[in-house]
Nanobody, 125 residues
Framework: QVQLVESGGGLVQAGGSLRLSCAAS????????MGWFRQAPGKEREFVAA????????DYADSVKGRFTISRDNSKNTLYLQMNSLKPEDTAVYYC??????????????????WGQGTQVTVSS
């Protein structure tokens, strides 16, 4: 069982930055790929970024590529999402997730078995 707790959300003006964190309870954190997803009001949850267990491989949605950076510190069981040049359309609840199977890094939500409770990010224009 893995418990994931996000933090770092808040209200920021367009063009600003935020860094989200996701603390994992399990010592097996370093074995699994991790991902960030988001859900805006009235929309379906969507993929944002993913990172392999080692951190050597990353993947980004086109909408955030070049602005967001996913990283992880396996010694601290923590996942990060650095968000720069934020836009109003980035407003959403952001969720971190842990892959259900070792060795899989995916954009598909059904490949993730554990989810955090989410943290709200609001970008004002």
């Amino acid at each position: 069982q893995v418990q994931l707790v996000e933090s770092g959300g808040g209200l920021v003006q367009a063009g600003g930055s935020l860094r989200l964190s996701c603390a994992a309870s399990s010592r097996a954190f370093s074995v699994y790929s991790m991902g960030w997803f988001r859900q805006a009001p009235g929309k379906e949850r969507e993929f944002v970024a993913a990172i392999s267990w080692s951190g050597d491989s990353t993947d980004y949605a086109d909408s955030v590529k070049g602005r967001f950076t996913i990283s992880r510190d396996n010694s601290k069981n923590t996942l990060y999402l650095q968000m720069n040049s934020l836009k109003p359309e980035d407003t959403a609840v952001y969720y971190c997730a842990s892959a259900a199977r070792a060795g899989v890094t995916s954009r598909r939500q059904n490949e993730y078995g554990y989810w955090g409770q989410g943290t709200q990010v609001t970008v004002s224009s």
